[in-house]
């Protein structure tokens, strides 16, 4: 809905997309489903689901066998996005590199983003 023909809305990288496809098989579900809410000590957090259907509203990224949903609501602030999976001694976990993003609390979980005029001027221009 709001992204470049000819450019996906996100990209994954291939860690990200072993460890989407891992779990869409493990658990029989057609893919994984991001989008945004309001919470968070920075104003806003992202949200991640694996879901048995795809919303048609849903913008659908697929790559090397990942399917990605973005929901419709989020779009506008996941474009541009790389999602990638990070694990380290104490954690494993999916990571957000987004362009959209103004600020970030300490901890990582929660965002702050770019204007909304600022954003689909941005993206009208790329």
Same mark, same amino acid.
């Given at each position: 809905?709001?992204?470049? &023909?000819? %450019?996906?809305? *996100?990209?994954?990288? &291939? $860690?990200?997309?072993?460890?989407?496809?891992?779990?869409?098989?493990? =658990?029989? $579900?057609?893919?994984?489903?991001?989008? /945004? $809410? %309001?919470?968070?000590?920075?104003?806003?957090?992202?949200?991640?689901?694996?879901? @048995?259907?795809? @919303?048609?509203?849903?913008?659908?990224?697929?790559?090397?066998?990942?399917? *990605?949903?973005?929901? &419709?609501?989020?779009?506008?602030?996941?474009?541009?996005?790389?999602? =990638?999976?990070?694990?380290?001694?104490?954690?494993?976990?999916? %990571?957000?590199?987004? &362009?959209? *993003?103004? @600020?970030?609390?300490?901890?990582?979980?929660? /965002?702050?983003? %770019?204007?909304? @005029?600022?954003?689909?001027?941005?993206? $009208?221009?790329?």
């Amino acid at each position: 809905m709001f992204g470049i &023909p000819g %450019k996906q809305a *996100v990209t994954i990288t &291939p $860690k990200a997309s072993a460890q989407i496809v891992k779990l869409m098989t493990k =658990d029989a $579900k057609q893919g994984l489903r991001i989008g /945004i $809410k %309001k919470g968070g000590c920075a104003g806003m957090e992202y949200t991640m689901e694996y879901v @048995d259907e795809i @919303d048609p509203m849903d913008e659908v990224v697929e790559q090397d066998g990942a399917r *990605v949903m973005i929901a &419709p609501m989020a779009q506008m602030f996941l474009f541009g996005t790389e999602i =990638d999976y990070e694990v380290s001694l104490l954690e494993a976990s999916f %990571k957000f590199r987004n &362009p959209n *993003v103004e @600020d970030a609390c300490g901890c990582g979980e929660s /965002i702050k983003f %770019k204007d909304v @005029d600022a954003l689909a001027a941005e993206q $009208k221009q790329g």
